[in-house]
């Protein structure tokens, strides 16, 4: 099942909760629930399961469906949630990791054989954006970068998760671009507390365009992973790659934390899956288009660089 958070045309004020029926169409599910978090709080899936069955059985009978069914090209898709409880970016691509020790020097730290790592994004509902957003060139970057990643939402609250249980925990997948303003990212690290504003700035965490439950997955670690711009293939990987998989995850994140639906875990970045490994760097006006096996494009254009004048100064 692909479940979207999208705007009508006629009510651009309002979201709604929709599922994708064929190639091109969302179908208004009128629930409710006023997103998606409530969706899975209340144990919508099974009856939605079913709502689309008859709903894709009226369709193909050639019942007049125009009130709730939209063309995609007609709808703007927002993130699937787009206020996530938290997000958590982790860092599980062994090739990435590989690339990132040859680039600055530094071998990869043993501790990262062991224990997965991540850090805390931002959830602001201006960091948040879903398919077709343009993406924000931050008045202070003269380098900015896309990520090709994927990430998992979950579905259902729970603490000390055993990994054997934690697939159960999974709402669905969607794909993530973690745009990230390079030159300040790599400034920030150096303090060690974290990218801070080199991923800090409106429509920074690009997520979309659909939540794609585990039944229509397949097996989540064997999917291509490919990233292009202006239509050109520059990344090409696989999700095999990941050291960790997201049921490692959750149990490690969940270890005396409760974790709640519509908590967001990112993959991080596939090798080869950043213009900072492959030495490309993306310019205004590109399109970026990620697209993970089983769930789709997410499409995004570059923005203009912002022009306003920084308040912040640096001190000397």
Not at 37 to 55: G, W
Not at 99 to 107: F, L, P, V, W, Y
Not at 148 to 158: R, T
Not at 268 to 287: N, Y
């Amino acid at each position: 099942m692909k479940l979207v958070t999208f705007r009508k045309p006629s009510n651009h004020d309002n979201n709604t909760i929709g599922a994708c029926i064929g190639d091109n169409k969302v179908v208004d599910l009128n629930l409710d629930v006023t997103d998606m978090t409530q969706f899975f709080e209340q144990n919508c899936l099974e009856d939605t399961q079913k709502q689309i069955e008859t709903y894709q059985t009226q369709l193909n009978n050639g019942k007049n469906m125009s009130d709730i069914l939209y063309d995609i090209a007609n709808i703007e898709l927002l993130a699937p949630f787009p206020h996530p409880a938290s997000l958590r970016d982790f860092g599980v691509f062994k090739t990435h990791m590989d690339a990132a020790s040859q680039i600055t020097g530094k071998e990869i730290s043993h501790e990262w054989y062991k224990l997965p790592n991540y850090y805390r994004g931002s959830t602001s509902p201006a960091s948040i954006a879903g398919h077709d957003a343009i993406i924000t060139w931050p008045n202070y970057t003269e380098k900015l970068d896309f990520e090709l990643e994927w990430g998992v939402y979950i579905g259902k609250s729970g603490k000390n998760i055993p990994i054997e249980e934690a697939s159960e925990y999974i709402a669905g997948y969607t794909i993530y671009n973690d745009i990230s303003a390079r030159d300040i990212q790599f400034r920030h690290m150096t303090l060690s507390l974290g990218p801070a504003k080199g991923k800090d700035f409106d429509n920074s965490n690009i997520m979309g365009p659909y939540l794609v439950t585990p039944d229509d997955i397949g097996n989540p670690y064997n999917l291509k992973m490919t990233a292009r711009v202006n239509g050109e293939v520059w990344s090409e990987g696989t999700t095999s790659d990941m050291y960790y998989t997201f049921e490692e995850m959750i149990s490690f994140v969940s270890q005396s934390e409760t974790l709640f639906p519509g908590e967001f875990l990112g993959s991080g970045t596939v090798g080869k899956g950043c213009g900072w490994e492959l030495d490309r760097w993306i310019q205004p006006g590109d399109v970026i288009e990620l697209e993970v096996e089983n769930i789709g494009v997410l499409r995004n254009q570059i923005g203009q660089p912002e022009q306003n004048p920084a308040a912040w100064k640096e001190k000397v």
